[in-house]
């Protein structure tokens, strides 16, 4: 008893099962990618398959076959099908590409996420680097405000030791003034000089590390495009469409590569051979007295280029050639009667005409070969 392998195999080795091996094998390869996509979290992360796992593997397959369905039964003129086929796959396709693309979305923002997580020590580093800038700003503002009082403690000293006397004591209070801002002013150079020794170490340690991009290709795919003229994308832009493009690509290639592979091909059934006809005698003519003769049995047309065994052979096809056509020309006559050369051919009409067989008659240069009317009569 046969089992169900062999039958399936038997199947399988059927035509107008699988019409291209390659186009099958791509169709399945895409169709794999697809429930992938759709599976990921179970294969990678060991989610538990659900409900809407389930739900989104039939809507699938079922917009495949819906789409594959279609135009065969279209063809056969089943409209109300055809047209629920069409709406199925119209709604099929608009989920799964919206559900395929969100879930590349997805991966793309928990990429984004992972980089993030890795440029963590990155970010901490340059933080401290921005810090120390800060301070360090700030350390050169308090430096150049000491030394902005400074010089005026100078001038003021000076001008009360040039006007009261360098012994008065208006002129000692100036200079005691001065010796002071001129030490805030070394106290504000020193603290300058730590904060910006603090931000170069920081800003060393930052150069040091390696910072992880996030999205590299969408931001080079859309400066190449901003190349174009009268285009403008940007990076956000192409997250959002990118994974849209690449779920439709998968769903219509899985489609168009099954249609080729699974074809619907028609079995062709060849006609039967056509039974040589035959020119049936004609009955009931009435006969002259000098031809009553009996009636010829049918005749049965001989397809040309039948090589006859002699000059008689080749008379009686010519004659049942002649009862058919009525005329040939004498040109002609070297491909009904096979291979015969032509003076072969130029010698039996001579014998034939000579012997009342046919008449030849003169259609400019060419030679028309006929039946007598007798001769007629008696190949019919």
Known sequence: MPTAIPRLLSRLKRPGFINSWPKAILAAGFFAL????????????????????????????GTFASGHWFWPTLVSKEYGTAAGLALLFVAGTVYCVLTSAGRNAEALVNKAAKVTADNGPYAAQESKVKGAEGQRAEAKAKLTEAETEAKDATKKADAACVKHGADSWR?????????AAEG???KAQDFYDGKTNTYWMEDAGLRLMA????????????????????????????????????????????????AGAFGHRRETVPEPPKEPETVPPLQDRPTEPSRDR???PPLRLVQGGTVPSSQVAALVLLRQHLAVHGTVSQSDLRSLLGDVSKQTVSRWCDDWEADGHICRTLSGRTRMVSLKPAARRIAR
């Open 34 to 61: 697809t429930n992938y996509v759709i599976f990921e979290d179970v294969l990678r992360h060991g989610s538990t398959i659900t409900t809407d796992h389930l739900l989104s593997f039939a809507v699938l397959v």
């Open 184 to 186: 805030r002013k070394a």
């Open 171 to 179: 002129c000692e209070t100036a200079r005691k003034n001065e010796d």
């Open 211 to 258: 910072k992880k991009d996030t999205n590299v290709d969408l931001k080079y795919a859309a400066k190449v495009l901003n190349y174009i003229p009268h285009v403008s994308v940007t990076e956000d832009q192409l997250a959002d469409i990118i994974p849209f493009v690449k779920s439709v690509f998968c769903e219509f290639a899985t489609l168009l590569f099954a």
């Open 294 to 296: 009996p009636a010829a």
